[in-house]
């Protein structure tokens, strides 16, 4: 009678775990992270060791120290440059800077970036509160980086393919940023995941706000320099128009 009640019991009760289950069970638990969605793994994960006053003030305070020295350096080169230049030489160069180093940054570190500690490591991870694929997704890299210093450059120098470059990379940025929220919203409309924090400020200030210079902004340049390319083309037909009908007119005159 034991040894059947002993077969009954080992044939109804649970299989032993195996290794794999076993390594799993004794493995840390992972570190909690203030990232939605909750669930989310986050590789190594660090709290931050800046607040956010301290991150938003130290990029604020590089902002300016790049458009202070490229103030400098483009009046020294072109003092009678317009304004509007200036801003837009100033745009891009932030733009460079931003896409070739924090953003170069990011492409070479996104695997293991929530354990960084380093100023660019920080900032991300304060970013991520309003997008936490930056944390958990694969990178992402373009050269808008270079392009941006370029075309920084040619306008400086008044350069005639300024214009040309003035478009690419405004659309560029603009079709990335259209593309960036697209997935955002179409994650959290189609699969209901929410990449961002409840609060205002991370959602609005960093999601919307913080993006939307990249569509505005290149929006407004690529509308400008679509017009002055078309004067300029308006201009060279009319010269033409004007040239080809001189020399008919002096064709004429040599007939007679």
């Known amino acids: ?77 072109r003092p009678t440059l317009p304004l509007s230049d200036l801003v837009v030489i100033l745009w891009f160069t932030l733009c460079g800077f931003i896409h070739l180093f924090f953003e170069g940054y990011y492409a070479y570190n996104f695997r293991t970036i929530g354990g960084h500690q380093d100023l660019f490591g920080q900032l991300w991870k304060e970013y991520s509160l309003s997008d ?5 997704a694969d990178s992402a890299f373009a050269a808008w980086g270079p392009l941006s210093f370029l075309t920084a450059a040619l306008i400086a ?55 939307a210079f990249w569509i505005v902004i290149p929006f407004i340049l690529i509308c400008k320099s679509v017009s002055a390319c078309s004067r300029a083309f308006a201009a060279l037909n009319t010269a033409e128009k004007l040239l080809n009908g001189g020399v008919q007119n002096g064709s004429a005159k040599k007939q007679q």
Not at 16 to 45: C, D, R
Not at 60 to 76: M, P
Not at 159 to 180: A, E, M, N, T
């Open 132 to 136: 936490s694929r930056y944390l958990t």
């Open 1 to 77: 009678m034991a040894s059947l009640l002993r077969n009954v019991h080992e044939y109804f009760a649970p299989p032993p775990p195996t290794i794999m289950e076993t390594i799993k069970e004794n493995l840390p638990a992972s570190p909690k992270h203030p990232y939605f969605p909750a669930e989310s793994t986050i590789a190594g994960y660090l709290a931050n060791e800046y607040n956010t006053l301290e991150l938003v003030s130290l990029f604020a305070a590089g902002c300016t120290v790049i458009f202070s020295l490229t103030y400098l350096t483009v009046k020294k080169v």
């Open 157 to 211: 120098v008044d350069h005639p393919l300024r214009h040309s470059f003035q478009i690419i990379v405004s659309l560029g940025q603009l079709y990335g940023d259209v593309l960036y929220y697209a997935t955002s919203l179409f994650d959290e409309a189609m699969l209901g995941l929410t990449y961002s924090r409840p609060e205002a400020a991370y959602y609005w200030g960093y999601f919307v706000l913080m993006n």
